[in-house]
């Protein structure tokens, strides 16, 4: 997994045998169940590292840090030995979330996934990998943000190319707590969607801290980051019922 390796190393990720065993079998699997199951529409061996792996761990960049709203060059922390409560909103085959855990052993993982075949995909991937303290919720992130024992519980929310950002916001703020953050993976839209996002993200309780581009050689052109600070309690009518967000978005 050379690529693999090295655009981590760029992001200023080291891959030891034990992450890099894991990504392989995570690719194995993930190619597998594809003949069966329609996982993704990537499954080439130097796409899947790029476009999977690689691109969920450029989340890394935006981390939360020592109170400073800082947007980074390189991961600003020893990834190891960090320990957070992080869901990944419409995870899918398990991106970002899966690579996050791989590389993140001590946070608590919830994946959230509405499609029960994807769900399934992710129960198996987190027992082959043997990740411990990881969920995987086969429910929609409306229904899951108005869970007691989820709503306002994280300290990380991070989701990809699940919905505009007017929309995303309703799905991902209700889970975050006062203080955590909402990373969202974005194309060169983001920028744009950030600034219309604005009002949304403010009647939910975030504040826009920046986008980030993130700027790897190993990764598609365009590639950004867009990260919101919760710094308010979410209004009790949010999120609104499954099916809603999406077709009346708040901005």
């Known amino acids: 997994m050379a690529l ?76 190891g030995r960090t320990s957070l409560r992080l869901a990944d909103v419409g995870s899918g085959a398990g991106f970002p979330g899966i690579p996050l855990k791989i590389m993140l052993p001590d946070a608590r993982v919830t994946l959230i996934e509405a499609t029960a075949k994807k769900a399934t995909f992710l129960r198996h991937m987190v027992r082959l990998l043997g990740l411990e303290e990881v969920e995987v919720l086969a429910a929609r992130a409306e229904d899951v943000g108005r869970m007691p024992e989820h709503r306002e519980q994280y300290d990380l929310v991070v989701a990809r190319a699940v919905a505009p950002l007017c929309v995303l916001v309703e799905y991902c703020l209700p889970l975050c707590r006062v203080k955590g953050r909402v990373i969202a993976q974005k194309g060169s839209e983001g920028v744009e969607e950030a600034e219309a996002a604005r009002p949304a993200i403010a009647l939910v309780g975030g504040s826009l801290v920046g986008v980030k581009p993130v700027e790897l050689e190993e990764l598609p052109p365009g590639r950004t980051l867009v990260a919101i600070d919760k710094v308010a309690k979410t209004p009790d009518e949010y999120p609104r019922r499954p099916g809603i967000p999406s077709k009346r978005p708040l901005c």
Do not use: K, M
């Open 4 to 79: 693999l390796r090295a655009g981590a190393a760029a992001l200023g990720l080291t891959l030891g045998p034990s992450h890099l065993a894991a990504f392989e079998t995570y690719y194995r699997e993930l190619t597998a169940w594809n003949q069966r199951f329609n996982l993704t529409a990537i499954t080439g061996f130097e796409e899947v590292q790029r476009r999977h792996f690689l691109d969920s761990l450029s989340c890394l960049l935006a981390l939360p840090v020592g109170g400073s709203d800082r947007l980074h060059d390189v991961v600003p922390i020893q990834v």
